[in-house]
């Protein structure tokens, strides 16, 4: 794929649905009983595998776009998988249907595709074991093919050494099959998606600080969900339309959940003109329209407990960084080394090919930013986020900008390169 730099971004765009979001209306629908229609659904390729998973165990899933009706069979209503589930590229789902196959009445085993393969699930393992789940990592080298065998579990009260709601999430929904109330502390709270959709359709969950708890084997009914904007989607524009002089753009109807908007809040930290012009909710999920006017940018520190609530869109930042007057520190998110790529490495190197000053750390990375900056050929390592962040340095560069398996945007963005085209003209 290549992009060039081209006029101001203007007009309106409705970006596509929450992919946290859109994973949990599948999950949560199908353990509900009876009917849950879904509008908004993304239908990136990683929600697409959440959705081939659960018709293995029996759940009939209708799709039409983004309009999804599933036929929730109740918390006990699987089936067993008759052969291996397969997650794609989706961290999201092999984490979260962990938690679920962990207390289920049948075997099953989940992979996905070469990535997901390295990415870590002792994370998963450590708690899961600890409720007497017998789960496994089939090479022993902790990560998928998972195999498990499902079985009643005991309750916990889980200290997470991660700010993860991957993890988090896991461990509630395990918590569904428990013989008590299970808890999880996080050092840092991360997105509540879980929490709030859990409730919605009808368990018993609570939060306080950053302990979240669900008591086990609650009636879950069927539900409408309208899956907001994805802020992490709408991040790509957001980002472009301050770099390139003269843009305006209204991003509509996007997901501003306090525990995702971190972008937003360093966007403005940065001198980014962002308003919120239309705020209500959406189900239990807060939502705005978002204007953003073209800004010039200084370089900010982000770190703390700012992290988990911008952990993916800290590539795009990056480029912000790249572009904006002084320095961008970025700490405290050695997460990001376990994501689709190494993120710390793959934007480092690509950053250093389109010109600019930065320099990677154990947790982060150190950006100088101002330089003049060129196109170049970016490896996108088939991250989807990665590709998308140098489309959007491409409008802020000279010449050409080549993405290699620039499609890798079909994970979260169908239409990603086709919204920045007709925004752009
Ligand atoms: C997600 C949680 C985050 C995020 C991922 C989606 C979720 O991962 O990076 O894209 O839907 O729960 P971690 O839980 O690993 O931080």
Do not use: W
Not at 11 to 22: F, N, R
Not at 278 to 297: Q, W, Y
């Amino acid at each position: 794929m290549i992009v060039r730099s081209k006029g101001p971004l203007r007009g309106e765009l409705t970006v596509p649905g929450d992919k946290s979001i859109s994973h949990r209306s599948i999950m949560f629908g199908a353990l509900a009983d009876g009917m849950t229609e879904v509008t908004n659904f993304l239908t990136g390729a990683d929600c697409l595998s959440t959705i081939s998973c659960f018709r293995q165990m029996g759940i009939e899933v209708q799709q039409n776009g983004s309009s999804v009706k599933v036929f929730g069979k109740g918390i006990h209503g699987l089936k067993a998988p008759e052969q291996i589930l397969y997650a794609g590229n989706s961290g999201t789902t092999v984490r979260l249907m962990s938690g679920i196959l962990a207390g289920q009445a049948f075997s099953s085993s989940i992979t996905g595709d070469t990535s997901i393969q390295k990415r870590p699930m002792k994370r998963i393992m450590t708690p899961l074991s600890m409720m007497q789940a017998d789960i496994s990592s089939v090479y022993e080298n902790g990560c998928a093919p998972l195999s498990i065998h499902g079985k009643s579990l005991k309750a916990i009260d889980y200290k997470s050494p991660v700010a993860s709601a991957q993890v988090k999430s896991c461990v509630l929904l395990a918590g569904l099959y428990a013989d008590d109330i299970t808890s999880v502390t996080e050092p840092v709270v991360s997105r509540n998606h879980s929490e709030l959709m859990l409730r919605y359709f009808g368990a018993d969950v609570n939060t306080k600080g950053t302990t979240a708890s669900i008591c086990p084997d609650p009636p879950l009914t069927g539900q409408k969900i309208c899956v907001p904007g994805d802020i992490s989607s709408a991040a790509y524009f957001i980002a472009a339309a301050l770099l390139v002089p003269g843009s305006e753009v209204l991003l509509k109807n996007v997901g501003i959940n306090p525990t995702r908007d971190g972008l937003l809040r360093v966007c403005r930290a940065m001198g980014g003109d962002i308003t919120y012009v239309n705020e209500n909710h959406s189900g239990a999920e807060p939502c705005a329209d978002i204007l953003v006017r073209s800004s010039s940018l200084q370089g900010v520190v982000i770190e703390g407990d700012i992290i988990p609530t911008l952990i993916d869109e800290l590539p795009v930042l990056a480029v912000l960084g790249a572009c904006a007057d002084g320095t961008t520190v970025i700490r405290d998110a050695a997460e990001l080394k376990v994501k689709e790529s190494d993120r710390i490495a793959v934007m480092t190197e690509n950053l250093k090919r389109i010109g600019c000053d930065v320099t990677a750390t154990d947790d982060g990375m150190i950006i100088q930013g101002g330089k003049a900056l060129h196109g170049a050929s970016i490896d996108t390592k088939k991250d989807h986020r990665i590709a998308m962040s140098f489309a959007v340095a491409a409008l802020a560069c000279d010449g050409e900008m080549e993405l290699l398996d620039g499609d890798c945007v079909n994970i979260s963005y169908p239409g990603f390169y086709q919204d920045l085209e007709r925004l752009s003209r």
